[in-house]
């Protein structure tokens, strides 16, 4: 059984920076895209940000474009996002899955407050 734990959320200052970390348990991640996602307070669900783990390739939403970066260690079957120059608009739950999200995957989330 697959287990995604999300961790290194936390409270920051605007245009300060945090970053976050997932680790894949019970599987190769090869072959699959691997995913960031955000629920902010009373929105629905939002991608962020995904890398292909085999290539390396990311992809971002525009909102997080610039700002965020994610990433992967392969040996550690662990991905990042790295997000810089934080707003109060990010304030959310971030959540870890693969690229299209599956329903399986979804775990607790870890809690980004941004400050003004």
């Known amino acids: 059984q697959v287990l995604l734990v999300e961790t290194g959320g936390g409270l920051v200052q605007a245009g300060g920076s945090l970053r976050l970390s997932c680790v894949a348990s019970g599987r190769t991640l090869n072959g699959y895209r691997m995913g960031w996602f955000r629920q902010r307070p009373g929105k629905e669900r939002e991608f962020v940000a995904s890398?292909?783990?085999?290539?390396?390739?990311?992809y971002y939403s525009d909102s997080v474009k610039g700002r965020f970066t994610i990433s992967r260690d392969n040996a550690k079957n662990t991905w990042y996002l790295q997000m810089n120059s934080l707003s109060p608009e990010d304030t959310a739950v971030y959540y870890c899955n693969t690229d299209p999200a599956q329903e399986v995957y979804w775990g607790q989330g870890t809690q980004v407050t941004v400050s003004s």
């Open positions: 890398i292909v783990w085999s290539t390396g390739t990311t």
